[in-house]
């Protein structure tokens, strides 16, 4: 495997693989498998369960891995291509990327959307600039629109809870937050739902539209495996027998990158907060999922995230034994 | 073992098997003993040798660690119960504590006081609102009244240089600090040296009374150990034969809180700061301990920290070995 | 191998042996031959190569370290000797050092100069004050005036390409940097190049010539090996026939430590940027090194970085290989 990037670059049976080795090493651990091996871990964005589950994952299968990010002790980095360095950052990407791989047998890049263009974005113009740069393998440990681990966990998560794939209902959510936040994993959500064959519904209020080329990727996935994708503004529709609502908030495609006029958009959403008198006409034991970190009493009341509903920190979990299994297809543990 | 939160939870022989493995540990090293093992380690507080020496330890045995801590890259922590989150804070503990727990076999957890309220810290309330959250053994790095480990280190240390037990005697004192510093290393070691057997003295002016609940707690230990537990604000008593003096610094336990009323007490006592002096009654051999950080030239003279009879450096080595021991017993690493 | 400190402490041979070693490890990966060994990590000076290459190279062999630095959750380390601290610092490098050291079976350290006294930078005056604090065996990892790791690992490099060492002609290149950098990788390059018996000139701007003590001991170096030594402000005389450009920045030796006037006259000095031009007459593969990080556009033009003659990412990955020949040496690998 050269990279995990996005789940969209897998078939349903290669993921499926993927799962399986997962289990398999939760259940049977192999310390041994990838020993001596490094994982380069470059954070340009803040991180919990990312920083924590590959640095556990790469210890569980006998490897290790070192942390660089900007709030290190480091010379600031800079990114603009053909700049006169003659400000703050005393290193460019350009080399900092390599040179961080060159120590890696694989690299993990996190780097957040920059939210300036929504074009670029979905081009993950940034992103591919560095991964451009480099041939060692490399993981997307979230992109400007991509998330694949979180996505590659959730997919364990519900085959772990049996929901079902085809006929399984997948409600999407957006949920309300003060700020406005990428479109990385509602992008990542809605893909893998729809190409794990589930009916997806996307539910969101007016001005919140996932953007048309995210929709129209997904509208593909769910044609291949038998799924279904449509979005509404209607909580009880939506939710109509839903077996799983995955909650989260994301900023307006309307007004992309312009906080002010996402702002006044939202500030009407504020009952958006997912509660149970949400789940009325959905299956009796419908999950409420959230990639996390989440906002209690925000995004979500405390009486589902503390209640039965909840498999938020299962679902944490499999972030590190989902990528237990690609470092291990990927860095050759014998399998 | 499910936790380790307070050597009073230990029947002193399980103790001295705990400083007989660090012993064997170090003598022979098990490089393999906890291979693919991970702990999880969460610094709500500041560290160096807790944070050196955890990381070193599970090396030396095997197997890794990773550490979060809200000064990495992490979204802000919030602690507070029941509470909306629509400001800085984007995580709560609830959720955190947990995912991390998730990712190792063991926990370690450090979050020093809060120091609102003396009864809720005796009582360690913050510290069992995380642990309460978990199924995963967990290991207390400094809460708001204990150090077990700091505590376990410094029993193996007396034990390394053949103080006695019954019969030792122990001063813990008070010293000249520019900050109310916490509770936690004088109540560990005060019930640490009662729980060795030792006659224990805690040498201290008036004011710096160390609270009656952890007096009370130390005087149960000695009457099973066969020592004894007074206190004095005469240094010359105290010192008479002493084999150990144990200095540090702590808040007022009448100011607790305050720092305020705490200061204009504490800027009395600028000459509680241990030399040579005090020892003219004390054991020829007499030896000086401290937790570290010490502040020289203010709680301690230089003379004394760099001549003989400081121990603060093997002490703080012996970190790593009792904690070696503790992990090793809790991660099942066969012995 | 007690301390790797300075190329200069290693004859040739040793030298040869240790590139011969590093070489062996890249090609035979020994996974096992630091099983349980823990190399400290003390950084009170940025990095990010050596952050990470150094705890790459001990998970390849087979162990592990620690990091420490004073960005990260400590309380503030004390550097200044006999200081009554009653200030911020919590602690002072005469208990941080040998309590680091102690959990490591090597400490690595770096600490860039304080740059105040020439004559106290040049007797490495801060580091020994910290590495005559223990007995661990210690690497430097940048000190005031050295960078032995950089310049093995640029040794390395060297041979890699087939640059001759006897009649190699190797120009260190001062160049244009908005701020006065140390002395540490001109004075160990230069070093190096003289040992490994290369023709060296260093080629440098009025006012910007290397301390005298730093070309005695070149000179002396090249003395034994069968090389040279000389400087120049003459570009086009030092670049006749060069096999090698090592670009780096420094500060005024004139002004040292003098911020202000040490601006003056690097301010004219804009146009030592390594650009083609500067090749006309050198070898036709002449090669550009450099330690990084490298600021575009300043010290060097992007066409020369991205183009065929830079060797900065190989070479700053030989990092990780020499280090790893340096560890398996110091920490018993069986050879």
């Known amino acids: 495997m050269k990279a995990f990037n996005d789940l969209a670059d897998f078939s349903i049976e290669e993921i499926k693989a993927l799962v399986q080795l997962a289990n398999r090493l939760d259940a049977h651990p192999e310390p041994e498998a990838l020993k001596g091996k490094v994982l380069s871990l470059l954070f340009l964005s803040p ?16 490897g290790g891995s070192f942390v660089i990010s900007p709030d290190m002790s480091i010379h600031g980095l800079e990114t603009r291509p053909g700049i006169v360095m003659d400000g703050t950052a005393a290193e460019h990407i350009r080399e900092a990327v390599p040179v961080i791989a060159s120590y890696g047998d694989a690299l993990g890049i996190r780097a957040f959307a920059e939210r300036k263009s929504l074009e670029n974005d979905l081009a993950e113009v940034e992103f591919h600039a560095m991964t451009d740069l480099i041939e060692t393998p490399y993981i997307n440990m979230e992109s400007a629109m991509n998330h694949p681990c979180q996505s590659l966990a959730d997919w364990k998560t519900m085959d772990d809870l049996g929901v079902p794939d085809n006929g399984g209902k997948f409600v999407l959510s957006w949920a309300y937050h003060p700020m406005p936040l990428p479109l990385a994993v509602p992008a990542a959500t809605l893909h893998m739902a729809a190409q794990r064959g589930m009916d997806v519904t996307v539910l969101r209020p007016e001005g919140f539209e996932l953007p048309d080329a995210l929709m129209q990727k997904a509208l593909a996935a769910a044609a291949l495996s038998g799924g279904s994708v449509t979005e509404t503004a209607d909580r009880k529709d939506a939710m ?36 149970e008198p949400w789940f009325e006409n959905a299956q009796a034991d419908c999950r409420f999922m959230h990639c996390l970190p989440v906002r209690r009493g925000v995004v979500v009341a ?22 237990m299994a690609v470092l291990h297809q990927m860095l050759g543990g014998s399998s």
């Open 240 to 275: 109509q027998d839903a077996h799983v609502i995955y909650a989260k908030s994301w900023s307006s495609t309307r007004h992309y990158g312009d906080k002010i006029a996402d702002k006044s958009l939202r500030e009407n959403h504020l009952d958006w907060c997912v509660d």
């Open 302 to 323: 405390d009486e589902i995230l503390d209640g039965p509903r909840s498999v938020v920190i299962p679902e944490a979990r499999n972030r590190m034994l989902a990528q």
């Open 47 to 62: 991180s919990l369960r990312t920083l924590a589950s590959f640095q556990a994952a790469m210890t569980r299968l006998g």
